[in-house]
Every structure is written in C-alpha cells, then in structure tokens.
C-alpha cells in the first residue's frame, strides 16, 4: 500500500485525456485562484523614482506587498508601506511609517528649521505620517 501522498501524486501524474471543455473548467479555477491571492494576499509591483534611496534602488526593483495590513492593520513605525502618490492619485508610492496618532513627530528636517514638533491625529483612524 502506497503512502497517501504517494498514491495522491500517482493520480496527478496518471495520464488521461482532457477534453477542451474539462482544459476550460481548470483553467477558470486557476484564474479565479490567481485573482483571489492577487486581491486579497499578495500583489507585486514595481518601483520607479529615487525617494526612498538607499533602501530601494531608483529604478525597476520588485516590491512584494502583504495585504494582510491593509487599511493600516498591524502597521507600526518603521515600516513600509504602499500608498496612494499625494500628486498622481492613479499611481501607488512606496513610504516609511513615522508616525502613528498619539506619536509626536519633528515637522522639519533634522538639523533645519525651527525643530517643531507636531502631534499626529489622536481622533483620525488610520492616520499615519510617512516619509521617504
């Protein structure tokens, strides 16, 4: 008697014939499965532009996103994130968290300008200050 995995495997290899309609079925279960991790568990994109130099090169990086932190889930200082670009709305960005509410952040660049400190919005949910 053959292991469970064994005989599991036997019958994915075993050859039989498909027929255009049973190709067609399999084929719109794997589309739809691909379409379900794309929308809800990962997606990779690409980067373009210098902002967030040295971490990520300027030009054709690939950057896996984990949609498990969506709608600012989990988040934490430190970490990257995929934004929608302030400028081209259609376009995503990629930035570093800074800030969540209740955090204190510096407004101005270290070592330039006044040296405020501002608040983050204690009131505003899933609102975060990032840079990069």
Request: aromatic share 8%.
């Amino acid at each position: 008697m053959r292991p469970f995995l064994g005989r599991l495997w036997a019958r994915v290899l075993e050859a039989r014939p498909r027929t255009n309609r049973t190709l067609l079925i399999e084929t719109a279960k794997m589309a739809l499965l691909l379409h379900v991790f794309i929308r809800h568990a990962y997606t990779i994109k690409g980067t373009r532009g210098a902002s967030m130099l040295p971490t990520m090169a300027a030009d054709g990086e690939g950057v896996v996103i984990n949609k498990k932190y969506r709608r600012g889930r989990y988040i934490e200082v430190g970490d990257l994130v995929s934004v929608r670009h302030l400028f081209e709305p259609e376009e995503a960005a990629i930035k570093r968290v800074m800030g969540m509410p209740g955090d204190f952040v510096l407004r101005d660049t270290p070592g330039k300008g006044e040296g405020l400190m501002v608040q983050v919005g204690v009131h505003a949910v899933g609102f975060i200050i990032y840079t990069g």
